[in-house]
């Protein structure tokens, strides 16, 4: 009798069909380039505009120093951090803040390229000409300066003034206390003491 059992398949190893498979990774190739296809032919790519200045004030301090209490059901725009209305997202702290709306990903969806436009050089004259107009064109001169000494000098003069009464009226307080009330002197001499102020005399 021979010791091998015919006919048993004892490999117990899965067998693949080598053709089916090779397939199905040709249909997926085909597949992924028809999408690469239709992403190319989507049209021209956006025109996006040259990074801006804000126009606003960054708020970081309105919330500073406050407790809030956090549910977890509660809407986005009051939960705890910085809440970004473009993005719809919330920032854990101002420096994370800061990155976030400086960044690509905000920037893009205000529809602005992280690029800055270059400026010419009639946009730089005009900047400097606005400039020199908002500033003030007020002139120096020492009779402002001797102004504005006189009026500190009179201020801190009246302040000394009002220290110096001040120190009066609580003097007058402490020593109206101090002072007997209704007591006869023959008997205060007659027991020994002039008065029941303080030993100085």
């Known amino acids: 009798m021979s010791g091998n059992p015919a006919g048993v398949d004892n490999t117990f190893r899965r067998k693949f069909d080598k053709d089916e498979y090779l397939e199905r990774a040709r249909q997926r190739e085909r597949d992924e380039k028809d999408e690469a296809r239709r992403g190319k032919d989507r049209g021209p790519p956006v025109q996006r505009q040259p990074l801006k200045h804000r126009d606003y004030e960054v708020d970081l301090e309105s919330r500073l120093g406050k407790t809030q209490v956090v549910t977890p059901i509660a809407p986005l725009s009051q939960q705890a951090g910085y809440y970004c209305s473009v993005c719809e997202c919330v920032v854990k702290d101002s420096a994370n803040y800061l990155d976030h709306i400086n960044g690509k990903k905000h920037q893009r969806a ?92």
């Open 110 to 201: 205000l529809g602005m390229s992280m690029r800055v436009e270059r400026a010419s050089l009639e946009q730089v004259q005009k900047r400097f000409e606005s400039l020199k107009k908002r500033k003030d064109p007020g002139t120096f001169s020492e009779q402002d300066l001797d102004e504005r000494i006189f009026k500190q000098q009179q201020e801190e003069e009246e302040k000394k003034r009002q220290r110096r009464e001040k120190k009066k009226e609580k003097k007058k307080e402490q020593a109206g206390p101090n002072e007997p009330e209704d007591i006869d002197p023959d008997v205060a001499a007659m027991m020994g003491f002039g008065g029941f102020g303080t030993s100085k005399k």
